[in-house]
């Protein structure tokens, strides 16, 4: 019996090892010609717009504050480095973070609260190495734009929001190929990950005898 759970791990493991590099990214369409290419050879999809796409899709864009505060605490800051790995393997992309606040309060009041909250994102994100000119607009809606309809305190609505809004005008990276260079790295960073979880995978079949 000990034998044969023995061999099922190293099963599992060299099933494990066969999986193509890229699985974990590949949503279905990975290197197929589909609807997303078709799109961006008849410009109805444009560079920028994919990027928006997938800024949104792996990393969370939104992060909340206590009531009446513009401070980042531990969490938003977690969340705010998660951005601003992402900014930096795209140096062409540019960025507007939005500033929200909850009902309570004038709306002139929160105007100013919500850029403050806005502030402080840029201001961590240049601080973590990002070009302040690519965090462009910074934009307050105040508390014209809440997640909950309530008039009172909600935590949910006290937030700041960040979206790709364009691209950095002749940026290098857009014509010359540095993008399929990031395309690559993850490719390959996702076979990294398969190794390990392959491996990890066997150490504990064989800890089970």
């Given at each position: ?35 997303n290419n078709i799109q961006v050879m008849n ?141 690559y790295r993850e490719y390959v960073q996702s ?19």
């Amino acid at each position: 019996m000990n034998k044969w759970i023995i061999t099922l791990g190293l099963s599992v493991a060299v099933a494990g090892c066969t999986r193509e590099a890229g699985y974990e990214i590949d949503q279905g369409a990975f290197g197929n010609a589909t609807l997303n290419n078709i799109q961006v050879m008849n410009g109805e999809l444009t560079y920028g717009q994919i990027l928006a796409q997938r800024f949104a899709a792996e990393v969370p864009s939104q992060i909340n504050f206590a009531f009446d505060s513009a401070q980042l605490d531990a969490s938003a800051q977690r969340i705010l480095l998660q951005q601003a790995n992402w900014i930096k393997q795209f140096p062409e992309a540019r960025f507007r973070v939005y500033g929200h606040t909850d009902a309570v309060g004038s709306q002139s009041y929160n105007y100013n609260l919500g850029l403050r909250r806005a502030n402080a994102v840029v201001n961590f994100l240049v601080q973590q190495g990002i070009s302040r000119s690519r965090l462009e607009a910074l934009v307050s809606f105040g508390k014209t734009r809440p997640l909950v309809a309530t008039t009172d305190r909600d935590r949910r609505n006290r937030r700041t929001v960040t979206e790709v809004s364009g691209l950095v005008e002749r940026h290098p990276n857009i014509l010359d190929g540095k993008y399929a260079q990031v395309i690559y790295r993850e490719y390959v960073q996702s076979a990294t990950f398969a190794t390990q979880l392959s491996r990890e995978t066997a150490v504990g079949s064989t800890s089970e005898q």
